[in-house]
């Protein structure tokens, strides 16, 4: 089943203690990045990646480091979290790179509190 | 990416038609027009694209008028299931990859 998976779902973690939310996809797709989501403010880009190797910011980069070494996953890092990351987290991916034109796939999301 | 109007919420009830109607005033001639769909504590899912006049799937339809200003998504006979944050895109290939800017949505609660 062609898909996009986030893991781990949910995460209650504290400040300060670094953490990996992973990402893969299974439909060879090109692009992929990382979104958050909070009350009021929509769906913001946090990292994009156009292919291996290939990472650039989003919107609302600051906190986040990303990677993308292989082209199927593409994790997303919080090197030092803080209360303010705390969010919903939505991996997407898609197989080109024509913009809205593209179907974007998005995982399942992961929800971070952060004490 | 073009700017989007849409309502923050709409109500509805089991069976009936729903309209939800997109502005996008500037809209350039490469524009697509796209619509998600998005559950609560789910990824959004894509739901229709077009780019003028009328396009139809499973799903819905999607209406855009000669000047594609506006567009709007019909949702026909919409049961509970469909209670959901609908989304509008409009735009080609984004500038500097950043394809994707979801505005607020529009909610839409259906009701038995």
């Known amino acids: 089943e062609a898909q996009v998976t986030q893991n781990p779902r949910y995460l209650i973690t504290v400040t300060g203690k670094k953490l990996t939310v992973t990402c893969s996809q299974n439909m060879n797709h090109e692009y992929m990045s990382w979104y958050r989501q909070d009350p009021g403010l929509g769906l913001r880009q946090i990292y994009y990646?156009?292919?291996?190797?290939?990472?650039d910011k989003g919107d609302v980069p600051e906190g986040y480091k990303v990677s993308r070494k292989e082209k199927r996953n593409f994790p997303l890092i919080l090197e030092s979290p803080s209360p303010n990351q705390t969010s919903l987290y939505f991996c997407?991916?898609?197989?080109?790179?024509?913009?809205?034109?593209?179907?974007?796939?998005f995982g399942p999301g992961t929800r971070l509190l952060v004490l | 990416l073009a700017k989007t109007t849409q309502p923050i919420s709409m109500d509805s009830y089991e069976g009936q038609e729903v309209n939800i109607t997109c502005s996008h005033n500037?809209?350039?001639?490469?524009?697509?027009i796209t619509w998600y769909q998005q559950f609560p504590s789910q990824g959004p899912r894509f739901i229709i694209q077009?780019?003028?006049t009328k396009v139809t799937n499973e799903v819905a339809s999607l209406f855009i008028p000669a000047d594609r200003k506006s567009s709007t998504l019909s949702l026909p006979r919409v049961s509970l299931s469909d209670t959901a944050v609908y989304y509008c895109?409009?735009?080609?290939?984004?500038?500097?990859?950043?394809?994707?800017?979801f505005g607020g949505g529009t909610r839409l609660m259906v009701k038995p």
């Open positions: 990646s156009m292919n291996v190797e290939v990472t």
């Open positions: 077009g780019y003028k």
């Open positions: 997407a991916s898609s197989l080109g790179l024509a913009g809205v034109r593209e179907t974007q796939y």
């Open positions: 895109l409009v735009g080609d290939v984004g500038n500097a990859g950043n394809m994707l800017t």
């Open positions: 500037n809209i350039a001639t490469n524009d697509y």
